[in-house]
């Protein structure tokens, strides 16, 4: 599953690079909640809740089905 979540998130990061951030997979729960670190502009932007839930969330969501959630550490 790991591989599969990375896969994705290699599909959105150069979304996020092109607004100055970028995406890090931390680890990947038990309970399948995805760990990620939003890095650069991301890490401080006031969307960065909008991006972890509207869109990388939900794109992990309907690509990786057992995808629970996705968190910010």
Avoid: Y
């Amino acid at each position: 599953m790991k591989e599969k979540v990375q896969e994705v998130l290699d599909k959105i990061r150069p979304q996020l690079q092109s607004d100055g951030g970028d995406v890090e997979l931390v680890d990947i729960t038990e309970e399948n909640v995805v760990q990620v670190k939003l890095q650069g502009a991301c890490a401080g932007c006031p969307m960065s809740q909008m991006t972890l839930k509207n869109g990388i969330e939900h794109t992990l969501k309907k690509e990786v089905p057992e995808v629970k959630s996705v968190e910010s550490v």
